[in-house]
């Protein structure tokens, strides 16, 4: 990284109208388009491009080759009244597209971060709230919105218009149906849809996208049916499950999500069964 001031390469790119704060730091072959706005301190990463008319706010890190479209805001101050102005940050992984309208919040917290990872899509009018992580891969498709300290992790898909409330956690490869309302935490691997969400079965499709080999997609099935289709309470189900199914790194982590769901886990549609 170097200054705006120092940094030809960058400045050459850069539209004439756009209006970048001196402490900013832009990264080689950086294109900032027209009626720009980058706000103190606020880090591009090499290669990156900025739309007409998108907001980038102080404290703001952006990795490399992301793309940011027109309209876009990017490290605002949070919409939570517990904000007083402190030093957050937003913090954005390399090759994510950010597309129009998308509203992204900086932490509440002195030192704390809005995280997202690399290589996510999020489509126009997604909201992404004060102190959210967003994993690698994360697919928010137009309108979804996610409320404060939610954590999504890796290979998500959110669909269109869904809402996550605030603390929730979707677990890894799962996939949200368009305009679910999610209130409790959704298990790795599976999909949910409904208002609120409930488990629709295993997102398959997904998991054998990721590349999951087939045996430990065996396991995630066997996993997932002791849960859902046993009868069991959640502990009693954990239980069964560590001592039934064989281990891998997908049975381990689904098991390691269940132990910390702390607002309790979306449950199977009753009318659904999963063949």
């Given at each position: 990284?170097?200054?705006?001031?120092?940094?030809?390469?960058?400045?050459?790119?850069?539209?004439?109208?756009?209006?970048?704060?001196?402490?900013?730091?832009?990264g080689?072959?950086?294109?900032?388009l027209?009626?720009?706005?980058?706000?103190?301190?606020?880090?591009?990463?090499?290669?990156?491009?900025i739309?007409?008319?998108?907001?980038?706010?102080?404290?703001?890190?952006?990795?490399?080759?992301?793309?940011v479209?027109?309209?876009?805001?990017?490290?605002?101050?949070?919409q939570?009244?517990?904000?007083?102005?402190?030093?957050?940050?937003?913090?954005?992984?390399?090759?994510?597209?950010?597309?129009?309208?998308?509203?992204?919040?900086?932490?509440?917290?002195?030192?704390?971060?809005?995280?997202?990872?690399?290589?996510?899509?999020?489509?126009?009018?997604?909201?992404?709230?004060?102190?959210?992580?967003?994993?690698?891969?994360?697919?928010?498709?137009?309108?979804?919105s996610c409320?404060?300290?939610?954590?999504?992790?890796?290979?998500?898909?959110?669909?269109?218009?869904?809402?996550?409330?605030?603390?929730?956690?979707?677990?890894?490869?799962?996939?949200?149906?368009?305009?679910?309302?999610?209130?409790?935490d959704?298990?790795?691997?599976?999909?949910?849809?409904?208002?609120?969400?409930?488990?629709?079965?295993?997102?398959?499709?997904?998991?054998?996208?990721?590349?999951?080999?087939?045996?430990?997609?065996?396991?995630?099935?066997?996993?997932?049916?002791?849960?859902?289709?046993?009868?069991?309470?959640?502990?009693?189900?954990?239980?069964?499950?560590?001592?039934?199914?064989?281990?891998?790194?997908?049975?381990?982590?689904?098991?390691?999500?269940?132990?910390?769901?702390?607002?309790?886990?979306?449950?199977?549609?009753?009318?659904?069964?999963?063949?």
């Open positions: 990284m170097i200054t705006l001031e120092s940094n030809a390469e960058a400045v050459g790119k850069i539209h004439p109208s756009a209006v970048i704060a001196e402490s900013a730091r832009l080689a072959n950086v294109t900032i027209p009626y720009c706005v980058i706000g103190d301190e606020v880090e591009i990463g090499d290669g990156s491009i739309g007409p008319h998108a907001v980038i706010e102080k404290w703001t890190s952006l990795g490399k080759e992301c793309r479209y027109q309209f876009a805001s990017v490290g605002a101050a949070p939570d009244l517990k904000f007083k102005g402190e030093r957050s940050y937003t913090v954005i992984g390399d090759r994510t597209t950010i597309r129009e309208g998308a509203t992204i919040h900086r932490a509440t917290g002195e030192g704390n971060e809005t995280r997202i990872g690399s290589d996510c899509l999020l489509m126009a009018y997604i909201h992404v709230a004060h102190n959210c992580t967003l994993g690698n891969h994360v697919i928010m498709s137009n309108l979804a409320a404060g300290h939610a954590t999504v992790e890796d290979r998500v898909v959110i669909g269109g218009m869904a809402g996550v409330h605030q603390f929730v956690k979707i677990g890894r490869n799962a996939m949200v149906g368009g305009m679910s309302k999610l209130v409790q959704v298990v790795p691997y599976t999909i949910v849809d409904g208002h609120p969400a409930k488990v629709v079965g295993l997102n398959n499709v997904g998991i054998s996208r990721a590349g999951v080999p087939l045996e430990s997609r065996r396991l995630i099935k066997q996993a997932y049916k002791i849960l859902y289709r046993s009868g069991l309470s959640l502990p009693e189900a954990i239980a069964v499950i560590e001592q039934e199914v064989d281990s891998c790194e997908e049975v381990e982590h689904f098991l390691r999500f269940l132990r910390n769901a702390e607002r309790g886990i979306c449950r199977e549609r009753r009318d659904f069964e999963d063949k």
